[in-house]
């Protein structure tokens, strides 16, 4: 039995109050038929005052891009975990490969931004993903392991099995080039595997993993397909609710189709 589908989209750097207004007026219009997959959309956090007027009522939930590792204090430009919940976001996106790319983030710190997530009832949603380089090496089931060992260092299987996993490699995002349904099944199975050993079987199998890299409405389908992918993080394709809409209805599609 496949999971329900979760598609998430990370809107990035993009998107002010009357963007987001005509986003949701969109969706609204569009969303008939998306009620069977789990919505998340995660604003900048500029936005997401107009973002959570806007999905009351509907059933998209928000998250945030990221986090920092205190609940308050002198870290000037930064966001903490109760100020997203005090927003209205319920999840937030952890180690994106933008954060480890340009902004230093590390094994140490996703770690550190997982526990006070933990700490402020919010959902983290993990991300980990190789370089181009590290694939041509043949290295990427050992990132991915090395991603994973780093960030979940000191949890508990309970704490574990509540994550959620993007599996995000780096040369496919926001490039057009998508790993092949193959590719995204081989590395989602390994994060599984590596998982069963930390929480056991069962608890593995229950975990969304998620995929992301120029995911379109014209591949959803396809890789969500694949047994161990649960949805998708979405970027581009995320900031039209119409293109957003369609990957949310091609993954309802995949998921009837196999159940
Ligand atoms: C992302 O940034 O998480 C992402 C997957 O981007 P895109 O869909 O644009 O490749």
């Known amino acids: 039995m496949k999971k ?86 319920r999840f937030v996106i952890i180690g994106h490969s933008e954060r480890r790319q340009y902004f230093g983030e590390t094994e140490a710190t996703v770690q550190k931004r997982i526990a006070a997530a933990l700490r402020a009832g919010l959902r983290p949603i993990v991300c980990v993903g190789e370089t181009l380089a590290q694939r041509e090496a043949d290295r990427t089931l050992g990132v991915i392991q090395a991603q994973l060992e780093g960030g979940l260092a000191g949890f508990t299987p309970e704490t574990i099995g509540g994550l959620i996993f993007a599996y995000e490699p780096v040369w496919a995002i926001g490039t057009g080039r998508t790993a092949t349904p193959e590719q995204a099944q081989v590395v989602h199975r390994a994060i599984r595997d590596r998982l069963a050993q930390k929480i056991g079987n069962p608890a593995a199998g229950c975990v969304i993993i998620l995929y992301g890299g120029s995911v379109k409405p014209a591949n959803a389908c396809d890789l969500f397909r694949k047994p161990d992918i649960d949805g998708f993080l979405v970027g581009g394709a995320s900031l039209e609710a119409a293109a957003f809409g369609e990957i949310v209805k091609e993954s309802i599609r995949s998921y009837k189709e196999v159940n």
């Open 4 to 89: 329900r589908p979760f598609v998430a989209g990370n809107w990035k750097m993009n998107m002010t109050a009357p963007l987001v207004r005509a986003w949701f007026e969109e969706w609204i219009r569009l969303s008939p038929g998306t009620e069977e997959a789990e919505t998340i959309v995660c604003p900048p956090y500029t936005a997401l005052g107009e973002a959570a007027r806007r999905a009351a009522g509907t059933a998209v939930r928000l998250g945030g891009q990221n986090l920092h590792w205190e609940d308050s204090g002198a870290f000037t430009g930064e966001v903490s975990g109760p100020m997203l919940v005090d927003a209205g976001c």
